[in-house]
């Protein structure tokens, strides 16, 4: 079925020719300048289309869902498209936008799914949201150099970009504008740029590095969540937030480091990340984690905590809850509390030194950490939580330099914060003036005997000395290798040699000892 219009027309009203599914060809005459919305809209068997050039504005929905459209020449005059002017036009191959076009509105070429490339001329001003959502097709997509944001679910589902720079002056990039794009590897982030909005790059599975160019102050939401190829990523002195979720479960995401600058770390920011490497840079102002910050980072044998790190307290902390290869921690200078369920179920540390300036112990804090043999508490503590140290199973010693035995954070919850960690078999060391003052409380009084510090000063346990010469260093490594060739001598530590705490001494050791030094 075809029409033909006569001379003379001026204009088409509003859903003129819509849901005429078996119109196949329509003849414009060059008088016409307005087609109303919706005009054309689910003319499903119409292929090509010839647009006067008196016509200043393409209006939304105009050819929405013409499934047989294949190719378009906007001509030249046409100043604006409105929103979803080709929205599911599903053949359409090739489009060609004159210069005369400022404005493009959101969601105009959505989901058409047969779309390889196109242009958008430098005329362009204004580019709405979702501009090429789900053209899975689409692989070249060259956007006009003056636009300062690129809008939100730009490119969301394009999965057969490749690769994408974007243009020199773009400042932000908007909300999921790159969410989904499997199979883009590079991405090339301009000068200029400063805001990485939520889920820009969530799912992108074969991003494989990032680097952020100085300017860039935050990095949003879930922004590379789930970018399971992505192995390197290098953060700006100038970043100050890193967003929930931003680099969850990035597999592949073995070393990070926190520039000073960054000043919040949200939630599961790194929760199920490849870490091995954690380096912080201490910064002028106070650094925030949000819970599950880097929980089950499984991948991660040590970590420093800044000097400038400020935790309040939370009800669920669970910040390194997991990391079952965590095996040395260094609190710094600056925590003044362990939060509820920081270090539970670190199955690999073997020894917990809680610096002076730490008032209260968390519920839950290292329970579950069952290869715990020793803890030094400082001389500020006051509070251990419920559960705090509950089913360590291996402790063997607790130091603890406070003069007066330590309280709770309610009347009964210091009595179960050794629960099922068989005590009976656990040396508590006090100073000698507070030897009495702790044998009369629980659940100090459970403990198999209370000996005196001095003279029984604590053992350091956090140690990758090997081969037992006073040094971490090249040394240990070839002693790991000795261990695994059966040729090491007996005196060398089997359990320093276990740098990923997994329960054996082999090759992954040796890497991961590698990781340690070389972050040094």
């Not at 580019?127 to 070249?140: E, Q």
């Not at 040396?427 to 702790?438: F, K, R």
């Amino acid at each position: 079925m075809s029409a033909t219009l006569g001379d003379g027309i001026e204009s088409i009203d509003e859903h003129a020719f819509h849901g005429c599914e078996a119109l196949e060809s329509v003849s414009l005459p060059a008088s016409v300048a307005a087609i109303g919305r919706e005009g054309f809209a689910g003319c499903k068997a119409m292929k090509s289309l010839v647009l006067s050039g008196k016509t200043k504005v393409l209006k939304e929905n105009l050819f929405i869902n013409c499934s047989s459209l294949t190719s378009v020449t906007i001509p030249d005059g046409v100043e604006t498209l409105e929103g979803n002017v080709f929205n599911g036009c599903s053949s359409l191959t090739s489009v060609t936008i004159p210069s005369s076009v400022t404005s493009i509105g959101d969601q105009t070429f959505y989901n058409c799914v047969k779309l390889e490339s196109v242009t958008i001329p430098n005329s362009v001003a204004e580019l709405g949201t979702g501009s090429f959502h789900g053209c899975v097709a689409l692989t070249s997509a060259v956007l006009p150099e003056g636009i300062e944001e690129l809008p939100g679910s730009t490119f969301r589902l394009c999965s057969s970009l490749t690769s994408y720079s974007i243009p020199s002056n773009v400042e932000v990039l908007g909300r999921f504008a790159f969410q989904g794009c499997d199979n883009l590897a590079t991405v090339n982030l301009p000068e200029g740029l400063t805001t990485i909005e939520e889920g820009v790059f969530q799912g992108c599975k074969s991003l494989s590095a990032v680097e952020l160019k100085e300017g860039v102050v935050t990095v949003s939401n879930s922004a590379f969540k789930d970018c399971g190829a992505l192995v390197s990523v290098s953060l700006s002195s100038s970043l100050t937030t890193i967003g929930t979720e931003a680099f969850m479960r990035c597999g592949a995401l073995e070393r990070i480091e926190i520039p000073a600058s960054v000043e919040n770390i949200g939630g599961s920011a790194f929760e199920g990340a490849g870490l091995k490497t954690l380096k912080f840079n201490t910064g002028e102002n106070s650094l925030y984690f949000g819970y599950n910050v880097f929980k089950d980072c499984t991948g991660l044998a040590e970590v420093t905590l800044p000097d400038n790190l400020s935790l309040v307290y939370e009800n669920e902390g669970r910040f390194f809850q997991g990391c079952t290869a965590l095996k040395r921690v260094d609190l710094g200078s600056g925590l003044t509390g362990i939060v509820n369920l920081m270090f539970k179920g670190c199955t690999s540390l073997r020894e917990m030194v809680v610096p002076d300036q730490v008032t209260d112990i968390g519920n839950e804090a290292f329970m579950g950490c069952t290869n715990l043999r020793q803890v030094i508490m400082g001389s500020g503590i006051s509070g251990i939580g419920s559960n705090a140290f509950a089913s360590c199973d291996l402790l063997e010693k607790v130091y603890c330099y406070s003069e007066e035995p330590p309280g709770a954070f309610s009347d009964n919850s210091i009595y179960d914060s050794f629960k099922d960690s068989y005590v009976e078999y656990v040396t508590l060391y006090v100073g000698s003036a507070y030897i009495d003052e702790y044998s009369k409380y629980k659940p100090w009084t459970d403990f198999k005997e209370i000996l005196a510090i001095e003279g029984n000063e604590p053992v350091n346990l956090l140690t990758y000395d090997v081969n037992g010469d006073g040094s971490e260093d090249g040394d240990d490594i070839v002693a790991i290798l000795q261990i695994i060739m059966g040729t090491a001598p007996a005196n060398y530590d089997r359990g320093a040699a276990d740098v990923n705490g997994d329960g054996k001494v082999d090759v992954a050791d040796i890497v991961g000892l590698l990781n340690i030094l070389s972050s040094k």
